[in-house]
């Protein structure tokens, strides 16, 4: 793989993973990338690493443009270890004696990562790094999305280089956002909503932080997916507009089945919603990815959540995605249970509580129906479901 020029003298050099699946738990279905960028001044400078199995292709891509020993500085915006697991191997061949520059938080962190010969020298916010012609500002990030997170801002190019901010996990034919347009958006709101939507509040204050800087921002280049070069201003106003948390009119009906009963309830549900005039779909539990679901979950207004009764409990794809859920800490929700169930039928009510404790606003007792739903019960998941559509209207 060659590098990306993205400027004169400024290069994407990192590494596209193309076969990841998973990432501890997020479905990176098209792969994603580990973003790093050089900049060669009277000083050369590389910010961020690459997954430590991916470090040689760094190298490979950085040897095309310079003598990797020939590097000064290494900064590193981020702690994690997509971006700094090939930190060791790197600094091994740039110089165990080169400074790597990272926020405070971010030497805490490297130190209980790597070995202790690392020269890490820690920046304020806002502290400045002569390049030679160029210069790099730090902005610390805290929560985009690790307590060490920071920006570097290269303000004769005005570029930004914004660790996972405005990255996506994305590894496609594109590299930039006009070659690929609207389609990316979907990827960035996906990890918006999995990585950042629990920071969200304090996401918007930093971004009323550094807006009112009002640095003028030409690139966009995050540690993952597709640099924004033609529009930064438009993933800029979209993370303005996520972190204000306002879902659309829609309702979304998560569920799982045993004997397509809890199914069918779903299904009654959703068409119930439409009645009502509200956008809304079914979204099998087992079948769509927790992240994706979480993604639909992140606009939509109410959240109905049908589980049959297992072993006296929720179904465990349901605990699985109501966990995760409650980590993010949605905001402006509405909520409401529903399920089949044999005997006892507890999970509506356990989800009911989960729901509520998530402080959800709960529009609904939980429904529930004893075994198969005759079309009587399904007249009534009708009607739970057009009250639920008619609130949300009510709401908006
Ligand atoms: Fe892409 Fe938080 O690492």
Not at 299 to 305: E, F, H, N, P, S
């Amino acid at each position: 793989m060659i590098p990306q020029k993205l400027a004169e003298g400024i290069y994407e050099v990192g590494a596209i993973d193309w076969n990841v699946r998973d990432f501890h738990g997020y479905s990176t279905d098209l792969g994603t990338t580990y973003n790093a960028y050089l900049i060669v001044d009277e000083k050369i400078a590389l910010i961020d690493t690459v997954k430590k199995e991916f470090t040689g292709r760094l190298l490979e891509k950085i040897s095309r443009i310079v003598d990797p020993s020939k590097i000064d500085v290494v900064i590193s915006n981020h702690t994690e270890m997509d971006h700094s697991g090939g930190l060791p191997a790197i600094m091994e061949v740039v110089g165990r004696e080169k400074p790597v520059y990272c926020s405070k938080m971010g030497r805490k962190n490297l130190r209980r990562h790597f070995p202790d010969w690392l020269n890490l020298q820690e920046v304020a916010d806002g502290q400045e790094l002569s390049l030679g012609k160029r210069t790099l500002q730090f902005l610390e990030t805290r929560m985009i999305h690790w307590p060490d997170s920071m920006f570097s801002y290269l303000k004769e190019d005005q570029i930004l280089f914004s660790s996972d901010g405005f990255g996506q996990h994305y590894a496609g034919p594109e590299r930039f956002d006009d070659e690929i347009d609207d389609a990316v958006m979907w990827h960035a709101k996906k990890y918006f909503a999995n990585i950042l939507w629990l920071y969200a509040p304090l996401i918007q204050k930093l971004l009323e932080k550094v807006l009112a800087m009002d640095l003028p921002i030409k690139m966009i280049c995050p540690d993952h997916g597709i640099i924004w070069r033609r529009d930064p201003g438009k993933i800029i106003n979209a993370y303005v507009q996520w972190c204000k948390q306002q879902p659309e009119e829609s309702a979304l009906v998560v569920y799982d089945t045993m004997w397509h009963s809890t199914e069918s309830m779903a299904e009654a549900i959703v068409a119930g919603l439409w009645e009502a005039g509200v956008k809304a779909q079914p979204m099998h539990a087992r079948n769509v990815h927790r992240s994706d679901i979480v993604t639909a979950a992140f606009d939509a207004k109410a959240l109905v959540i049908g589980s049959p009764t297992l072993n006296n409990g929720i179904f465990p794809t349901l605990a699985d995605v109501l966990t995760y859920l409650k980590g993010l800490r949605p905001k402006n929700k509405l909520g409401a249970a529903f399920g089949s169930y044999g005997w006892g039928g507890e999970a509506p009510k356990a989800v009911h509580e989960i729901l509520s404790d998530m402080d959800l606003e709960m529009v609904e007792e939980p429904l529930r129906i004893q075994f198969v739903p005759d079309q009587e019960a399904l007249d009534a998941c009708r009607d739970f479901g057009r009250r639920i559509g008619q609130i949300i209207k009510k709401d908006k």
